[in-house]
């Protein structure tokens, strides 16, 4: 690898991405969304022919994908948006490819697949040390595949190396020189693995062990963005730098760029709507704050000028620059069915891919996108055309469409996070790739540090549940897992919690007019109606102790059950309270209730403790 080429703060974010959990790490992008830095010179892929590139190199300047459908890797040009190479290695659906001096991997649920640079044929098959989605780094001294909730590092290379971390991590970042940073949210530590170490040298910075943040980097250092602190620290060598305040409210679920834009940090508020650009700087600026429309939404992956996004509801990627301003707006052609996934290539450019790997926009280090169809023919100069005669040969048969990808088991849940009450566990996640066959069940299960375990069964359309029954002062790791008609996808864990002992309640005032809000998020429809869900969120400065939220529905429309709340009807007006576990928001914390509805009419006049939602 080209070590003078290394960018500074590489680090894949999931998901989408494949992206988080509460308070252990993160995926970043819902939905089997990642996001990765590429480092060093990317390996020359065949051409249409099947040849290898002159020099039998990797062309650099780009990123590779893999095509699900043609079962090839891609290489695009990041500057043109064309592919210019390509090679024909198995993998599975869905697979990530990173890339090291002398190799490349294809990265599936159940094998890694390396193969040679200037061969481009396999070379051997690796077998994952966990049952999870890994975030690949490619940086100085990689590339790795980091295994959060398994604690796993793995650099590959001649000699593949599995370092222990000794717990699960959050996502990693990477400074320059080779040296990867790792928070360990369950003990408090922020960790050094240094280049081509075969082990984690120290944990020498001490963060708070119970609160909800990630690393990102601003320039070449790394900095701890702590969501229940609202603030924004930077990691020295030995210590944790002061804390600069955010300047506005966050949720746990926050979810913080990689890489900093234009040296502000840039916070998805995925409850709230919000892009939030914050200064890392002592005094800092005033936070430019983005509003953005309602959608489950992945990402957000930086270029180091603009920040990417894309709203999952409607498939579309939107940009934004530092200072808030949209840049751009594309849809995301979909072959067949399967999330979208975000990607940061070695040359900082983002590349969002659809489900099977068959189309990617490519976003500009200024926000501006360009598309390209991946496909199995290099683009190519326009030359003349070629004089013909009339007894020229006939034209070749057309080559036949490549055969779908048959249906298998889902994806790994996104986002999965936990976190304690009295006595409870509250486990929130997103969307599982249903790999062309829809998600029927969401299983979760728990294992305390006692070793005793648990398990519930909820419906496909499901997004969060409550555990209870569960002992204070226990340490509980929750999984999710999600099945269809093919079988159960791999499972994904949220960082360790705790429940403990509710304290004596301070009484409140009565709620402020105006202190919550409610935000509608629908979750599908099936053949005699349709579900819908209300984010009910404090924005005030006091804890809120109970809510009461009203809505209206046409005649021929009515509500079938409700989870989270009790209902009350009077003709066509529904009122909906809290449950005894649901009703206490603190300032900047949501709740959230669901609905599933028999027809076809929308709610009207909604209003959440009187005040419109």
């Not at 969501?227 to 913080?256: E, F, M, Q, Y």
């Not at 099945?483 to 304290?503: D, F, L, M």
């Not at 924005?539 to 429309?557: N, Y």
Request: proline share 10%; glycine share 12%; charged share 15%.
């Amino acid at each position: 690898m080209d070590k003078g080429t290394t960018p500074a703060g590489a680090r894949l974010v999931a998901t989408t991405d494949k992206k988080p959990t509460g308070k252990g790490w993160r995926r970043r992008a819902p939905l089997a969304l990642f996001a990765f830095v590429c480092t060093g010179a990317l390996v020359a892929a065949l051409t249409g022919a099947g040849k290898p590139l002159p020099g039998g190199g990797f062309a650099a300047g780009g990123h590779w994908i893999y095509n699900s459908v043609l079962q090839e890797v891609f290489h695009v040009d990041g500057g043109t948006a064309n592919v210019d190479a390509h090679a024909p290695i198995p993998g599975d659906p869905g697979s990530q490819v990173v890339q090291g001096d002398t190799s490349g991997y294809v990265v599936g649920d159940s094998r890694i697949t390396q193969f040679g640079r200037s061969s481009l044929s396999v070379e051997r098959t690796i077998t994952p040390p966990a049952d999870e989605v890994p975030l690949g780094i490619q940086a100085a001294g990689g590339p790795y595949l980091v295994y959060r909730n398994a604690g796993k590092i793995v650099r590959l290379g001649d000699q593949p190396v599995t370092v222990s971390a000794g717990g699960a991590v959050g996502d990693p970042v990477v400074t320059a020189d080779g040296t990867l940073w790792l928070h360990r949210p369950g003990v408090g530590l922020i960790c050094k693995l240094p280049k081509h170490a075969g082990r984690i040298s120290s944990c020498p910075v001490a963060v708070p062990k119970d609160h909800d943040a990630a690393l990102t980097m601003v320039g070449d250092r790394p900095k701890f963005v702590d969501l229940t602190a609202r603030t924004v620290h930077a990691v020295d060598d030995s210590a944790l730098g002061a804390g600069v305040p955010l300047g506005v409210p966050v949720p746990p679920a926050a979810r913080p760029a990689a890489n900093d834009v234009g040296g502000r940090v840039a916070i998805l508020d995925p409850v709230g709507y919000q892009l939030i650009l914050a200064d890392p700087q002592n005094p800092a600026a005033k936070p430019v704050t983005v509003t953005l429309p309602p959608g489950e939404y992945g990402g957000p992956v930086s270029t180091g000028s603009a920040v990417a996004l894309v709203d999952l509801k409607t498939n579309t990627l939107l940009t934004y620059g530092s200072d808030g301003k949209r840049k751009d707006a594309k849809p995301i052609p979909q072959q067949q069915s399967g999330p979208p996934r975000l990607s940061r290539g070695e040359d900082n450019r983002v590349y969002v891919e659809n489900g099977t790997g068959t189309h990617v926009l490519v976003v500009g280090k200024e926000g501006k996108v360009q598309d390209t169809a991946v496909t199995g023919k290099p683009a190519t100069t326009p030359g003349p055309e070629p004089s013909r005669t009339p007894d020229a040969s006939p034209s070749p048969p057309a080559v036949p469409e490549p055969a779908p990808v048959p249906a298998s088991a889902p994806g790994a849940p996104a986002s999965v996070r936990a976190s304690a009450g009295d006595g409870l566990v509250t486990v929130t996640w997103g969307a599982a790739a249903d790999n062309r066959s829809p998600i029927t069940a969401y299983q979760v299960s728990w294992r305390a540090s006692t070793g005793a375990t648990g398990s519930t069964t909820v419906s496909g359309r499901s997004r969060q549940v409550r555990i209870g029954g569960l002992t204070n002062g226990i340490q509980y790791v929750v999984t999710v897992r999600a099945t269809n008609r093919k079988g159960t996808g791999p499972g994904v864990s949220a960082a360790p919690v705790t429940p403990v002992a509710a304290t004596a309640p301070v009484p409140s005032p009565a709620p402020t007019a105006g202190c919550l809000r409610a935000v509608l998020v629908e979750h599908g429809q099936w053949e005699t109606g349709y579900g819908i869900e209300y984010i009910v969120t404090n924005r005030c400065s006091t804890t809120v102790a109970s809510w009461k939220l009203e809505l209206d529905l046409p005649d021929g429309t009515t509500v079938k059950k409700s989870w989270n709340s009790t209902y009350t009807r009077n003709g066509q007006h529904y009122t909906f309270r809290n449950v005894d576990y649901s009703g206490d928001i603190q300032p900047g914390e949501s709740e959230d209730m669901g609905i599933n509805i028999d027809g076809f009419g929308r709610p009207s006049n909604c209003r959440i403790n009187g005040s419109p939602c």
